[in-house]
């Protein structure tokens, strides 16, 4: 081998290795944003959730390291305190290796296990965004120099417009959700919200399935409205502690509610029932996944929000049963959210008449 080609391959391998230098270089130089859930990644707010997300991200024209965690394996199992430990133990594992400049936290228990260590008077501080439904001053995130994020509200002021429209009168109403830290939330706001001329009864939170079917039997009579709040991840009883498909009870409260029912969730509607009016997964997804790059482009924190959108569900079916009409711009709103359900095996393609 000649030196003149011994030369030429010694510069071809430093301008490889240089190269290489440079794109490692690049890449750890890039803002990281860690997306981390409280659910797995199979369950179905979870991903509408991701999808807004990944809407925001669309937007981002600057250079970005993005990744996924999520602190439970399977969105149908009860955790324990020790598993939400060992699961915390290694989001924080995650965190501490990989080094986000940014930190998008998804859920109560996320929150509740993992959120409130983050926290810190340093503006510098690595940063979280938080998207909860809970009072961020359980957190201590409200005042804190590195965290802002997105509250989860419910669309309470929309589901009493809609008592408006289907009853011309004060009505009693029932709200009646799960024994958890989402159901909890839940009953604050429920309890805290101005319901005006109707009268809300005392929220009832059930541990288990059966708990929420005799509930259910137990608002006949009592109420005229049964606001069907979160209801996914419930045991089926004490003796067994698996989770009930959140379909099967939407499908059952609805078949056995003698109040209309309406719900705060979207499964609801696509398990087979008449109404829900629910806060936007995928709309919270996208609003928290702006803020989260505005976080890792801005010298100066975004301040916190309270969510913006809600869907609304209608099936056509169970609602006719109940003999209501309703406005055409709410089955509009439906059709345009892939809520609108002329029965529970798919969307309807086209609107019913305004009932």
Not at 237 to 264: H, K, M, Q, Y
Request: proline share 6%; net charge neutral.
């Amino acid at each position: 081998m000649t030196p003149r080609r011994r030369i030429l391959i010694a510069c071809l391998c430093t301008f490889v290795l240089l190269l290489f230098a440079l794109l490692i270089a690049f890449n750890h130089a890039k803002p990281r944003l860690l997306v981390l859930h409280t659910f797995s990644e199979d369950g179905h707010w979870e991903q509408l959730f991701d999808r807004g997300v990944q809407r925001a991200l669309a937007g981002n024209r600057q250079p970005l390291a993005v990744r996924w965690h999520y602190m439970s394996f399977s969105s149908a199992e009860v955790q324990s305190n020790a598993e939400w430990q060992a699961a915390s133990a290694r989001a924080r594992a995650v965190i501490t290796s990989w080094k986000p400049d940014v930190v998008l936290i998804v859920g109560e228990e996320a929150q509740q296990w993992l959120g409130y260590r983050y926290v810190s008077d340093d503006p510098r501080a690595q940063r979280l965004v938080y998207a909860t439904a809970e009072d961020p001053q359980r957190f201590g995130y409200p005042g804190a120099a590195n965290v802002t994020g997105v509250r989860e509200l419910l669309p309470l002021a929309q589901i009493r417009d809609l008592l408006a429209v289907l009853e011309a009168r004060p009505l009693r109403i029932q709200a009646l959700g799960m024994a958890d830290p989402t159901g909890e939330v839940e009953r604050d706001q429920v309890q805290a919200f101005d319901w005006q001329d109707h009268r809300l009864a005392p929220v009832r939170l059930v541990e288990t399935y059966a708990q929420w079917q005799q509930a259910v039997r137990e608002a006949e009579g009592q109420a005229d409205v049964l606001l069907v709040l979160s209801f996914a991840g419930m045991p089926r009883s004490a003796r067994e502690p698996g989770v009930v498909d959140s379909l099967e009870v939407a499908r059952w409260t609805e078949a056995n509610a003698r109040p209309l029912p309406i719900s705060v969730r979207e499964r609801f509607v696509q398990g087979g029932g008449a109404l829900a009016i629910a806060p936007s997964a995928e709309g919270l997804g996208e609003q928290a996944g702006r803020l989260a790059l505005q976080a890792l482009r801005d010298a100066t924190l975004p301040a916190p929000q309270d969510s913006e959108d809600f869907a609304v569900g209608v099936g056509l079916q169970p609602l006719a049963r109940r003999g209501y009409r309703l406005p055409g711009i709410y089955v509009q709103a439906a059709r345009a959210a892939q809520l609108l359900f002329r029965d529970i095996s798919e969307p309807a393609s086209t609107p019913a008449p305004a009932r």
